[in-house]
C-alpha cells in the first residue's frame, strides 16, 4: 500500500499522467500479488494519484491529473502568493476527507444493493452493461459519435479469440497467441501510458519550470482551524456530490470536480474570491473528485459493470486474480470484499501520514525534468507488458495499441469508451447468448423485465440528452457564426 | 445549404464505413465459420459489432455535410513530430529485438541514456549514472521482489 501511495503521488504530480494511466503503470506489478494486497495498492495509487495532480496544479499551475484542473485556478494563486503549502495542506484534507466519505458509503450500500441486483439474470445485466455503454459515449461531450466509435471498436476487439459459448477462434488470423484473446494488461498499458509518451516525444517536452516566492510568515505555511472549520460544509457537501457521481456509470473526477467546484461557488458568502486564490474552492474541487474513488466501485461491486475506466482496470485486477466481481462476491469472497473496506480506510489514512510530511519537499520543486521520467516509464511499461505471461507478442501488442492510443488522440478519438467496451463486450455478448438460450431466441430483451425496461429507457434518454447538448452547443456555435459574418 | 470543403472527419467517416463492409462481407466470413445446427452463429455478434461502425461512421459522415458542424479543431499533425513518434516506436522494437541476445541491464542502460539524451538533458554523466540506477531498479523489482525472471542474453 505504501508503494502504491508513493507510486500514484509520483505519477500524479507529473502533468499529463492521468490518475488512470497510473493505475495501468502498477497493474503490472500488482499480478503476483495476493488479491486483496492487489486491489488494496491499485487504489492506493489511484488515491494518491488524484492528490498528486493537485499538487503540480498548485506548484506548476498544470494540472497532473484532468480532475486537478479546477484546482489550478485558486491553488496556483495562492502559491504565487506564498501561501503554495497552506494550498496543499487544504487540498490535502478536502482529499482524504472526500475519500473517506465515498468508502463510508460504499461499505454501508453495497450489500443491499447487491442483494437487490441478485434478482439480475441474463436479460438484465445485458441491458445494465448496454446503459453503461451508453453513458460511457455520453462522456465523450462534443466528441460522441467517436466516442461510440471507440467503443464500437472496443467491442470488436474484446471477441478476437475463442468463442465464448462453443470455443471456436474468431478473427485470431490462425495465431495461436490470439486464441486467448488481445492481453488486457498489453492494451491498457499500450493505450493508457505507451500513448502519452508517444505525445510527450513528438512534443520532446524536457522540463516544466516555476518561480514561486518563499513564504512571508508562518500563517501562509499553516492551514488554521477557523479556515477548516469555515470550509467544512462545502469540504462534506462536495463530499456528496462526488460521491452521487462516482456511482453512476461513465461520469468520473474531472466531472465531480467541476459540479462540486461550481456549486460551492454559487453557495459561498465569499464567491467573488473564487479563482482568485480562495481555499473553498480548493476544498470543493479536491473533496468532490476524492470522492469518486470508493463511490465507482459499487456498480462493480453490485452488479459487476464498472462505471468508469478506473473501476473497468480494477476489474482487470479481480478477473486476473480469479475473482469474478458482482453481487456473489459477498458470499462467494467475504474475506476480500471485508480486506478491501477496511484496506480503503486504511489507504486514507495512510496517504494522509505520508503525503502530509512530504509537503514542504514538493514546495520546493520549482522545476520537474520530465526528461528522465519518461524514458524510464517506456521501459518499465515494456516490461510490464512481458511480464504478464512472459510472451513478446504481447510487447507488440502493446506498442501497437501505444499508436493506436497516439492516433486516436490526435484525431479526437476519446480512448476511454475503447478501453471500459474492451472489458465489458465479453459479458455482453455471453449474457445477451445466454439470454437467447432461455428466451429461444427472443431477440427482444429490452421487454425481458421492469428491469430491463428501465434500463432501456435510461439507455434511449442518454443518448437524447447528449445529442441534445451536442445540437444545442452546434447550433449556438453555427447562430454566433452566422452573426458574425452578417 | 451550402458544403464545407471536406474535413478529416469526412474522410474518417468513409474509412469507417469501408472497414466496417470490409469486416461483415470478407473479413468475418474469412476468419468465423458457420457452425450447423445452432441458433446464434459465432459470426452474429461480430456483424453486429462492425455493422455499428459502419453506421457511426455514416453519421460522422453526414454530420461533416451538414452546415454549421465544422466547429472541431483537429491538432495539427506535424510530419516532423510523426517522425519523432516513428523513431520512438522504432527504438521499442529495436529494444525488444535486441534485449533477448544482449541482457536486459545492458540493454536498458543504453535505451535509457539514448532516450534522455535525445528528450534535450545535456548532463551525460547524470544521465548514464540514472539510467544504470533505474535499470537495476528495475530488474530489482520484477526478478528480486516478483520473481519475474528477464531476458539474461550474453551479457546481463
Redesign the interface.
Known amino acids: 500500500m505504501i508503494g502504491g501511495i508513493l507510486a500514484g503521488l509520483i505519477l500524479g504530480f507529473i502533468p499529463g499522467i492521468h490518475a488512470t494511466m497510473a493505475i495501468a503503470f502498477v497493474l503490472p ?1 500488482t ?2 500479488l495476493d488479491p486483496i494486497t492487489s486491489l488494496l495498492m491499485l487504489m492506493a495509487s489511484y488515491k494518491a494519484s488524484l492528490f498528486g495532480g493537485s499538487i503540480s496544479a498548485i506548484l506548476l499551475g498544470t494540472p497532473g491529473t484532468p480532475a486537478a484542473a479546477m484546482t489550478v485556478a485558486d491553488g496556483y494563486k495562492l502559491a504565487k502568493e506564498g501561501k503554495g503549502i497552506k494550498a496543499l495542506k487544504m487540498a490535502l484534507v478536502a482529499s482524504v476527507t472526500g475519500d473517506l466519505f465515498s468508502d463510508i458509503v460504499l461499505i454501508l450500500v453495497a450489500v443491499p444493493l447487491a442483494r437487490f441486483s441478485l434478482k439480475f439474470g441474463p436479460a438484465e445485466i445485458t441491458m445494465v452493461i448496454f446503459f453503461s455503454l451508453t453513458m460511457i459515449g455520453v462522456t465523450s461531450g ?2 460522441l ?2 466516442g ?2 471507440a467503443a ?2 472496443g ?2 476487439i474484446s ?1 478476437i479469440g475463442l ?1 465464448p ?2 470455443g ?6 490462425d495465431n495461436p497467441n490470439l486464441y486467448s484473446g488481445i492481453d488486457l494488461r498489453a492494451i491498457l498499458i499500450g493505450l493508457m501510458v505507451m500513448s502519452k ?2 505525445i510527450f ?6 522540463q516544466i519550470t516555476t518561480h514561486l516566492p518563499a513564504p512571508k510568515n508562518k500563517e501562509d505555511t499553516r492551514l488554521s482551524l477557523k479556515e477548516l472549520s469555515r470550509c467544512l460544509k462545502t469540504l462534506f457537501r462536495s463530499s456528496g456530490i462526488g460521491t452521487l457521481i462516482g456511482a453512476m456509470p461513465g461520469l468520473g473526477p474531472t466531472v465531480a470536480a467541476g459540479i462540486g467546484y461550481k456549486v460551492a461557488k454559487e453557495s459561498s458568502k465569499y464567491r467573488n474570491r473564487f479563482g482568485n486564490g480562495e481555499l473553498e474552492g480548493i476544498a470543493a474541487a479536491e473533496a468532490a473528485n476524492n470522492a469518486v474513488s470508493g463511490a465507482n466501485i459499487i456498480p462493480l461491486l453490485v452488479l459487476g459493470v464498472p462505471g468508469d475506466v478506473t473501476a473497468a482496470l480494477l476489474m482487470a485486477a479481480f478477473l486476473i486474480q480469479g475473482i469474478q466481481p458482482g453481487p456473489m462476491i459477498f458470499r462467494e469472497h467475504p474475506d476480500v470484499i471485508y480486506g478491501i473496506y477496511a484496506g480503503l480506510i486504511s489507504a486514507n489514512i495512510m496517504l494522509f501520514l505520508i503525503a502530509y510530511p512530504l509537503l514542504k519537499y514538493f514546495a520546493k520543486v520549482a522545476s520537474l ?4 521520467i ?3 516509464i ?3 511499461s ?2 510490464g507488458a512481458y ?1 504478464s505471461n ?1 510472451n ?1 507478442f504481447d ?2 501488442v502493446m ?1 501497437f495499441f ?2 493506436v492510443g ?1 492516433i486516436m ?4 478519438f476519446p480512448v476511454i469508451p475503447l478501453i471500459i467496451a474492451f472489458i465489458l ?1 465479453p459479458k455482453l ?1 455471453t449474457s445477451f ?1 445466454q439470454y ?2 432461455i428466451s ?2 427472443n431477440f427482444l430483451v429490452f421487454f425481458a423485465s421492469p428491469i430491463t425496461i428501465v434500463f432501456g429507457i435510461l439507455s434511449i434518454l442518454s443518448i437524447i440528452w447528449a445529442t441534445r447538448i451536442i445540437g444545442i ?3 449556438s ?3 454566433m ?2 452573426i458574425k459574418s452578417e | 445549404m451550402s458544403y464545407k470543403k471536406t474535413s478529416v472527419n469526412f474522410w474518417l467517416g468513409i474509412f469507417f464505413i469501408i472497414l466496417s463492409l470490409l469486416l461483415i462481407f470478407i473479413i468475418i466470413p474469412d476468419t468465423v465459420p458457420n457452425v450447423k445446427g445452432l441458433r446464434t452463429q459465432p459470426r452474429v455478434f461480430p456483424q453486429i459489432f462492425s455493422g455499428l461502425i459502419g453506421i457511426l461512421g455514416l453519421l460522422l459522415f453526414l454530420n461533416n455535410l451538414k452546415a454549421g458542424q465544422k466547429f472541431e479543431r483537429h491538432s495539427e499533425i506535424s510530419g516532423k513530430e510523426v517522425l519523432r513518434v516513428l523513431f520512438i516506436m522504432l527504438l521499442g522494437i529495436a529494444y525488444i529485438a535486441l534485449i533477448k541476445h544482449i541482457g536486459f541491464i545492458v540493454c536498458t542502460v543504453i535505451l535509457l541514456s539514448f532516450l534522455t539524451s535525445y528528450f534535450g538533458e545535456s548532463n551525460f554523466k547524470l544521465t548514464v549514472l540514472i539510467a544504470i540506477c533505474s535499470a537495476l531498479a528495475i530488474k530489482g523489482l520484477f526478478q528480486v521482489l516478483l520473481k519475474i525472471n528477464l531476458p539474461q542474453g550474453i551479457f546481463f
Not at chain 1, 471456436?168 to 488470423?173: D, G, H, V
Not at chain 1, 525534468?369 to 528522465?372: D, E, K, L, P, S
Not at chain 1, 488522440?409 to 479526437?412: A, D, H, L, M, N
Open positions: 506489478i499480478f503476483y462534443r466528441f459519435l467517436k461510440l466509435i464500437a471498436i467491442l470488436l471477441i468463442d459459448i462453443i471456436i477462434p474468431r478473427l485470431s488470423f509518451i508517444f516525444a513528438e512534443k520532446k517536452l524536457v525534468r520530465v526528461g528522465h519518461f524514458p524510464v517506456m521501459v518499465f515494456i516490461i511480464s512472459q513478446w510487447v507488440k506498442l501505444g499508436m497516439y488522440e490526435k484525431f479526437k463486450g455478448e447468448r437467447l438460450l429461444r431466441g452547443k452546434s447550433y456555435k453555427a447562430r457564426k452566422d
